[in-house]
């Protein structure tokens, strides 16, 4: 079963345009990942923050972590067409798994 | 510098059919998962293997088995298909807690 919820499921935005996404989870986590992946293909690996992290950035990405809502959120800035895709948090509960959530569909309009 | 290999990108198989599909992790990760994901959701996990043997297995029957090679190489067998079991199959490998990297994966349709 899925652990993580995210929110929206589908988000349309213009080119330009800020897309944020967010991501609930229900454990004790160790870290935090998000993923684009495009057109059902492999996941490629965007960001981790880990569980003593409470903001992190990477290029026009910026993640935040609430430990204590169990919730994180997905900055995209600036979006541009080429991140049309769908994206997804997971949950690292230890050296095992990766828990994932059902995804934000973003789509980005020229 | 070669990523994860998925071999094949693609499969048709019928109902009651046995299945394997193979993984090659990246250079340097010893770790080998293996995650389902059905159409439009996201990915679940099935199990994973570390130094030959399986770690942790996920909510998957016992129709789903892998194995991992000494080169740290992985597979994972079906038996017994569903239709169910169509979807796209992940292979991601890694060192220790973090640094995962996917593979393509494998979308296996079962008639």
């Known amino acids: 079963s899925q652990q993580g919820e995210e929110d929206p499921q589908a988000l349309s935005i213009q080119e330009g345009e800020n897309a944020t996404m967010n991501c609930s989870y229900k454990?004790?986590?160790?870290?935090l990942q998000w993923y684009r992946q495009n057109s059902g293909r492999g996941l490629v690996h965007l960001i981790l923050i880990r569980s003593n992290e409470r903001e992190k950035h990477s290029g026009r990405l910026r993640v935040t972590l609430d430990t204590s809502k169990k919730s994180s959120s997905l900055l995209i800035t600036a979006s541009r067409a080429a991140d049309t895709a769908s994206y997804f948090c997971a949950a690292n509960q230890g050296a095992q798994k990766l828990v994932f959530g059902q995804g934000t569909r973003l789509t980005i309009n020229p | 510098d070669a990523g994860v290999t998925q071999s094949p990108t693609h499969l048709i198989k019928t109902r009651g059919q046995q299945v394997t599909l193979r993984c090659s992790p990246k250079?340097?990760?010893?770790?080998v998962s293996w995650y389902q994901q059905a159409l439009g959701q996201g990915p679940q996990f099935i199990f994973q293997y570390y130094e030959e043997e399986e770690r942790q297995r996920g909510n998957f029957p016992d129709r789903f088995s892998g194995h991992q090679f000494p080169n740290y190489s992985s597979e994972l067998n079906v038996n017994a298909l569903l239709l169910g079991d169509s979807a796209l199959y992940l292979c991601a490998s890694s060192t220790r807690i973090y640094g995962y990297t996917f593979g393509s994966g494998t979308r296996l349709t079962v008639v």
């Open positions: 454990t004790s986590i160790n870290n």
């Open positions: 250079s340097g990760h010893d770790t």
